[in-house]
């Protein structure tokens, strides 16, 4: 699956965006033993990220998940390839949204922040927290739109 | 189980069970008075995690400590911010103060450990730790609150503190 997206985090009053690429190893290899072109590197994830949205262009379809009480909700959610998913932490404690396979992450989620993403091309993005990995998830990507 | 522990939990059961009494419902807690005793009960597990964080190589003690720092003090802060918010202040009671001296008690005999025995000592007293707390907060404590809001909080915190028993009931399991 192309794990290129769009995130998005709120935090009150603050609201930062921005477009990443899952950095492929041979990138990473290339990173680490050129320094020096790090920056086209990181030009080239650009340009990754770049592609899945053009692969799949934002729907302006929203879904949201709770985190509440321990739990994501809905734990597990169909949507199209362009549509944005937010999560929420509704809990009073922090948490976060990680791909099992480590390549998205959002970071430390406080209560009452947010983070997105745009759901890249077809397929299946299963999730933890990863501060509690009893907390499970599955997102379920279609390319015609949900069932 | 260690007496110390005991002598926690007795400590704690007694402050909730005298609101079930309404003949000792004067001398019973009142929702500052758990609240003083709820937040102390946190901080004193941040405390626990510190000192396994100092003495601990185990990764998976090491994980637990910095969960419980960070739940706690997430918790901690809320229950401030509500108290803030309602204009309350916390208010310091016999069995806060008796969990403070029984904790104080508890890390001296960590603090004598090391390795292995440490790490399996640690994760006993979590877990005896947070079945005492969370029978008090369930049974005695969220009944007993007036305000609902501070209830509301003591039911999330009371989630919150559930997933740590869990937690540690596995640590436990794992480090026999």
């Given amino acids: 699956m192309q794990q290129a997206m769009t995130t998005t985090r709120r935090t009150g009053s603050f609201r930062t965006e921005g477009r990443f690429g899952a950095l492929r ?5 290339l990173s680490a033993l050129f320094g020096l072109f790090a920056l086209a590197s990181c ?4 340009h990754d990220a770049q592609a899945a949205s053009a692969a799949a262009p934002e729907t302006g379809t929203v879904h949201v998940i709770d985190i509440v009480d321990f739990r994501f909700e809905p734990e597990e959610l169909t949507v199209a390839a362009g549509d944005r998913i937010t999560w929420r932490n509704r809990d009073v404690v922090p948490h976060t949204a990680t791909a099992r396979d480590k390549s998205w992450d959002s970071g430390n989620l406080n209560r009452d922040e947010e983070w997105s993403i ?8 299963d999730y933890i927290c990863a501060y509690h990995p009893s907390m499970k998830g599955r997102i379920t990507i279609s390319d015609a739109g949900p069932n | 189980m260690t007496t110390t522990l ?15 009494n309404p003949a000792a419902a004067q001398e019973g807690p009142s929702d500052m008075q758990i609240a003083h005793i709820a937040y102390t009960a946190g901080n004193l597990d941040i405390r626990y995690a510190h000192l396994a964080l100092a003495k601990s190589d185990n990764p998976k003690v090491r994980e637990f400590a910095e969960l419980m720092i960070r739940d706690h003090t997430s918790v901690n802060d809320q229950a401030v911010a509500l108290l ?3 204009g309350a202040n916390p208010e310091d009671n016999a069995t806060s103060q008796q969990l403070v001296m029984n904790a104080k008690a508890k890390r001296d005999e960590l603090s004598a450990l090391s390795g292995a025995a440490f790490d399996r000592a640690y994760a006993q007293n979590e877990l005896a730790y947070h079945q005492f707390v969370n029978k008090t907060v369930e049974t005695a404590f969220i009944p007993a609150a007036d305000n609902k809001e501070f209830k509301a909080l003591l039911k999330s915190a009371l989630s919150v503190f559930k997933v740590h028993e869990n937690h540690a009931a596995g640590m436990v399991k794992s480090l026999k």
């Fill in chain 1, 25 to 29: 190893p041979a990138s990473l290899r």
């Fill in chain 1, 43 to 46: 030009g080239a994830a650009e």
């Fill in chain 1, 118 to 125: 745009v759901a890249p091309a077809a397929g299946v993005l």
């Fill in chain 2, 6 to 20: 005991k002598a926690a939990g007795a400590a704690l059961l007694l402050a909730g069970a005298s609101l079930f």
């Fill in chain 2, 84 to 86: 803030t918010k309602l």
